[in-house]
Structures are given as structure tokens and as C-alpha cells.
């Protein structure tokens, strides 16, 4: 078995002695290592470590010069280490080698390099219509931010996380999801030599309801962001809102994917396929809900159905592989309980269903489309979170945004037509933080990422990470020297 550390505090790789957060790679269902959780004690010290290099201002302090140097080294050592990291991360989570080293891996390192770009290009708000006052805003880092991340891309997002709090002058303790540690840990261990003041990055692993909750309502954790489920991220907003600490929550989706009538048939086929099966789709922002007009229904349901059975399930590091294993047993189980029965006379099988073929172990299924006669039912409502679509038939476009908003949810939404009138009225109609026309998933990161509804509270991204890890100060300065009342005189 692999050893991971339990805990990276002041730079040093620790090992607690916590009880076992067993790590499974599920291709196989084989034990890859057990992680000692982190308990109380080693939360604090990590966290502890976090304040007082804050506090002693070893990265706060630094010029934003030589913070950027640090960042882009940071972004230099995870691209050299990057087919280590990889390999960890296949492991792990089941995703196919190339989508990692070709996609999370360097999307992680560009993060560092994205904000090491953007805190060059800070600029600050003075105001000047008091004649006698020049009044401006400063932007302060808040503290020690508490950073989880998720499961089903640990690297791009956790990576995201800790280069968007720390860019701003933080330090932070980081989480990762119990289900998927290995590649990001190993990631915090590599970014340690490239000049970061030891405290400014530390990491804890173990399970949410202990070691995460603990780490939540630390007195001295200043903010908190999360992202995940939406069950969970009530809990986490819920401890954090007890201490009046502000947090990001980026949650669930069930997001739909519009196909007009007059969409580019083939890119729309081909972004419906991604949208849906991309990250053996484990992925919140998945076009889940494909709602195709009817004038083109017959066609490109054939098509797409006929596709789906042609997506290759398979050994995650077989370069032909597309889609690899679901992330765990209890995933897995969750996914296949959507499996329409034989009662259930409002959702049809029209491709995938089941186990995939030929495997005895691992946590292998079918790419998935379910034909569903109604947007209440559950196949449309609940989030599957795995390669499983849901397909129904429009005719009038009122009836698509209707269909779209129906939804606790409202992450993302997709719109597919060659018109710019009705893409104009789409992305005015669909009610979700993102709206992706005529490309599947896309992610500027100047931009904010954040949902509407169940799918979360803030937003990530580059003005909205500085509004969320910087504290705002106005600071007013007098142009001479005033004559002030003489109270007293």
C-alpha cells in the first residue's frame, strides 16, 4: 500500500493516529493505502500554524512581486510532477489517466498561474467628492481560510481553492474529500519546496463529520469554501454562519442542455455527449437534462442514443478509454438506483441501464439516456451525479425555459442554435449562474462560477475569490491640515 500523510503542517508531512480513512482504487475495489485520521488536536496545530505565519506576516507582508514568483513556481513544480500526480490521482478516483494528466493536472497548475497574473492587476477605488478628504478602499487578506474540496475533481477544484486563497495574502488548511485524497495531498507536498513560508499552506485528511467539522468551526478558521453536495453543504454553512464566518458553497446540479431546432446538429450531439459523460460524469455542472425540440427529436435522439452505446468503459489507464469507473461502492449503488423499473411507466432505457459488460470488479456502468414523459419525475428533480442522462421532447421554446427552470437547482444551463436572437433570449431565460451557448463546459476564470438556488451561495473565480478572501478597509486622509473644532478650549 501507498503511504499519504495525515496532515501537512509548517511544510512537514505528518502521521496521525487517528482511525483509518480507507482509500480504494475502483477499478479494482483493492485497498490502495488507510490515511490516519486527523483528529482534534492535529486540526488545531494545523490551523495554529496557519495564524501565526499569518500573523507574523511571513506571506501577508510579502510584496505582491514576490508573491507572484512564489505562485508561478508553485504552478512550475506541479507541471514537473504531473504524471506523478496523475498516476495518484487515477488511482484514486477512477478517471481516466489522459483526462487527467492532459485536463485537472494542468488545469491545477494554470489556477497558480491565473492568480498570480491577477493580483498584478489589483487596482484599488479612490474617491475624491469630499473637497478637503481623499478617501480610498484597501483590500486586506481575512485570515486562515478553511478549504474542502470535493471528490470528483479534486485536483483542478482543490487546486483552485488553495491559489485563490492564498494569492491574496491568506494562509489556509485545506481538506480534501475522504473519498479522494491521494492526488491532491501529493499536490500540497510538491508545492511546499517552491518558496512558500512553511504555515501557509497545511492540509488535514479524514472524514467530514469529524475532522471537516472540526476544522469548520475553529475559532481562528476566518472564512470557509466549500464544494460538494448540497446535504453537506448545508451542515458546513449551517456551523459556519454559527460563528458569523463567511463561505462560499459551490453544490449540486441538474442542469439542462436546450437542443433547438435550429442547432449545428453535430457540434449539439457532440456537447450534449461531453456535457453528460465527460469526468465518467461525476461532475455538478453535467448537462443532465437533455431537452430536445421536436422538429428534430427522432434524428438526433437516434444519434445520440447510438453514440452512448459507442462511448468506451474501460480501464481508466487504457489510452482508448472514455469512461472509467464510478468514484466508489456507495456512489456506484446511489447511481444505480436510478434504474427505472419495470413499474416505472414514466421513464424508458434507451441506452446503458445497468452494470457495463465485462467486468467482474470495479465499479463499472453503463453510459446512460433515459427517455422521461415528465419533468417532475425524479430522473429530471434529483441529482445522479454519474453518466446518466435524461431526455425529453419540447415543441415551443417558452416550453424549454419552463422545462429548464423547474429545478431546485441552477448551476449551469445550455443552449444550442444558430440563431443569436433565440441564444440572446436563452441565456436571459435559463435561471442559473452559468449559461454555456452553442459549447459544452467552458470556464473563464476571471469570471464567477457560482449557482442560483440549491447550488450554492457566492462565487469563485477572480474578482469574486478577491471579494471573498479580502476584507475591504476605507481609509479617508485629510488633503491639509484641518481646522477642527476646539471642544472644551
Known amino acids: ?39 482534534d488536536a492535529l486540526v488545531d496545530q494545523a490551523v495554529a500554524s496557519a495564524r501565526a505565519t499569518f500573523e507574523r506576516g511571513d506571506w501577508r507582508l510579502m510584496s505582491v512581486a514576490d508573491r507572484q514568483k512564489v505562485l508561478r513556481a508553485c504552478a512550475d513544480a506541479i507541471d514537473a510532477a504531473a504524471d506523478e500526480i496523475a498516476d495518484i490521482e487515477c488511482s484514486n478516483t477512477g478517471i481516466p489517466y489522459a483526462q487527467i494528466r492532459n485536463g485537472q493536472a494542468l488545469r491545477s497548475a494554470d489556477n497558480f498561474r491565473f492568480f498570480a497574473d491577477y493580483i498584478g492587476q489589483m487596482t ?132 439542462a442542455n436546450i437542443i433547438f431546432d435550429d442547432a449545428d446538429f453535430e457540434q449539439a450531439l457532440d456537447g450534449a455527449l461531453i456535457g453528460i459523460f465527460s469526468n465518467n460524469g461525476q461532475q455538478c455542472l453535467a448537462g443532465s437534462r437533455i431537452l430536445v425540440q421536436r422538429g428534430i427529436a427522432k434524428d438526433f435522439i437516434e444519434a445520440l442514443v447510438e453514440r452512448t452505446r459507442k462511448v468506451r468503459v474501460g480501464d481508466p489507464r487504457d489510452p482508448a478509454t472514455e469512461i472509467g469507473p464510478l468514484a ?59 453518466p446518466f442522462a435524461s431526455l425529453m421532447v419540447f415543441d415551443t421554446d417558452e416550453e424549454a ?43 473563464d476564470l476571471h469570471a464567477p462560477f457560482g449557482g442560483f438556488r440549491e447550488s450554492g451561495v457566492g462565487a469563485e473565480g477572480g474578482r469574486a475569490a478577491e471579494m471573498f478572501f479580502t476584507h475591504q478597509k476605507t481609509v479617508s486622509i485629510p488633503r491639509n491640515r484641518l481646522n477642527l473644532r476646539k471642544l472644551g478650549a
Not at 474617491?127 to 478617501?135: F, R, S, W
Not at 478553511?146 to 494569492?167: D, H
Open 1 to 39: 500500500m501507498t503511504t499519504t500523510p495525515t496532515a501537512i503542517i509548517d511544510s512537514e508531512s505528518l502521521t496521525g493516529t487517528g482511525r483509518p480513512v480507507p482509500v480504494v482504487d475502483p477499478a479494482n475495489e483493492e485497498l490502495v493505502t488507510e490515511i490516519p485520521e486527523a483528529d
Open 401 to 443: 425555459y419552463r422545462i429548464a427552470n423547474e429545478s431546485r437547482f441552477g448551476l449551469v444551463g445550455y443552449a444550442w442554435s444558430q440563431s443569436i436572437d433565440r441564444i440572446m433570449t436563452a441565456q436571459d431565460r435559463i435561471s442559473a449562474g452559468t449559461i454555456w451557448c452553442n459549447t459544452p463546459m467552458m470556464r
Open 328 to 386: 466508489n461502492r456507495n456512489h456506484y449503488d446511489h447511481v444505480m438506483s436510478f434504474v427505472p423499473g419495470a413499474n416505472d411507466s414514466g421513464a424508458r432505457i434507451l441506452a446503458g441501464g445497468g452494470r457495463a459488460d465485462g467486468f467482474d470488479k470495479g465499479f463499472y456502468f453503463k453510459p446512460t439516456v433515459a427517455a422521461v414523459d415528465s419533468n417532475s419525475h425524479r430522473l429530471c428533480q434529483d441529482e445522479i451525479f454519474g
Open 124 to 255: 484599488s477605488e479612490l474617491y475624491e467628492q469630499e473637497k478637503d478628504y481623499l478617501t480610498f478602499v484597501r483590500r486586506e487578506p481575512v485570515g486562515v481560510a478553511g478549504l474542502i474540496s470535493p471528490w470528483n475533481s479534486p485536483l483542478a477544484l482543490g487546486s483552485m481553492k488553495v491559489a485563490s486563497a492564498i494569492a491574496f495574502g491568506n494562509s489556509c488548511v485545506l481538506k480534501p474529500a475522504e473519498q479522494a485524497p491521494l492526488g491532491l495531498t501529493r499536490l500540497v507536498e510538491v508545492i511546499q519546496g517552491a518558496g512558500l513560508p512553511p504555515g501557509v499552506v497545511n492540509l488535514v485528511n479524514g472524514f467530514g463529520a469529524s475532522t471537516g467539522d472540526r476544522l469548520v468551526r475553529h475559532p481562528d478558521i476566518a472564512c470557509v469554501s466549500f464544494t460538494g453536495g448540497t446535504r453537506t453543504g448545508r451542515i458546513i454553512m449551517t456551523a459556519a454562519g454559527e460563528n458569523l464566518k463567511p463561505s462560499i458553497m459551490e453544490l449540486g446540479g441538474k442542469s
